[in-house]
């Protein structure tokens, strides 16, 4: 039993027990993509039915990682699967216990609340955001927030963090912001806003062929009334 219930794998060249971090990113990807689907289907269409699905996966994907051996998490196998033509990148086992504790606890009250008991409200949506934060961090930038936070609870710190940034004392140059580069963020960001208030932008176009009149361009398509998206499209289209 004990080559099947273990966390981490043994390398001899480290003290503690490590994860692949090229495979756990991946794996934090996969999620995150399914995680925003399920996320907007439920804010835009108000359809909870994919969430219910995700918050399954996901508790039984971290239960799997968790407690049983992270060698077996179907999402950490895809992950693998991806990133198998690239090199490993070793980072220590017990932050990510830790940091993936949190996920589970979070999927775990997310299955009470909304796979059990059907509740619905602002916490669901913080949870949700919480959730999303952690996997876009950990897909996106390779920083762990949850492994942060161990190091806040732990009297041995963390070792082999992901980047090596438990052991980067000095940025080199090629890591460091020039003033240059921060005005550069900040036009842009400027850019950003003048075009979201583009006069141009803000107009309601109707774009349908052939259409005679804004009453006939509002009249909804039959393939959208046949998959029930006849409200959707009319929110789409400008038609309420």
């Known amino acids: 039993m004990s080559n099947v219930f273990y966390f981490g794998e043994k390398v001899d060249a480290y003290e503690v027990r490590v994860v692949n971090e090229r495979e756990v990113r991946a794996s934090a990807g996969i999620l995150f993509l399914f995680a925003i689907i399920s996320f907007l289907n439920s ?13 399954v996966t996901f508790l039984v994907d971290f239960t799997i ?30 932050q990510k216990r830790f ?3 949190i996920g589970f606890t979070l999927a775990a009250i997310m299955f009470y609340m909304v796979v059990l008991n059907n509740i619905v ?14 996997l876009f961090f950990e897909s996106v930038f390779g ?4 492994c942060a936070i161990y190091n806040l609870f732990n009297k041995e710190k963390a070792q082999l963090c992901p980047g090596n940034v438990c052991a980067v004392e000095e940025r080199v140059d090629i890591q460091k912001m020039s003033a240059v580069q921060s005005l550069v963020v900040v036009a842009f960001a400027v850019l950003v806003y003048f075009v979201s208030n583009a006069a141009w ?3 309601n176009f109707i774009t349908h062929i052939n259409a005679g009149n804004a009453e006939d361009a509002c009249v909804v398509p039959d393939w959208a009334i046949e998959i029930g998206h006849e409200e959707e499209w009319k ?5 309420q």
């Open 43 to 55: 804010w835009l269409v108000g359809n909870f039915q994919m969430t219910k699905v995700f918050v």
């Open 99 to 101: 940091a993936w504790g």
């Open 65 to 94: 990682r968790l407690f049983i051996n992270p060698k077996y998490s179907p999402t950490l196998i895809l992950g693998r699967f991806f990133v198998r033509h690239q090199q490993v990148e070793y980072v220590g086992a017990p």
């Open 201 to 203: 932008l803000n107009g």
């Open 121 to 134: 409200g602002p916490f669901n949506l913080l949870i949700c955001l919480l959730c999303l934060t952690l």
């Open 235 to 239: 929110l789409h289209n400008n038609c």
């Open 143 to 146: 920083i762990c927030i949850g």
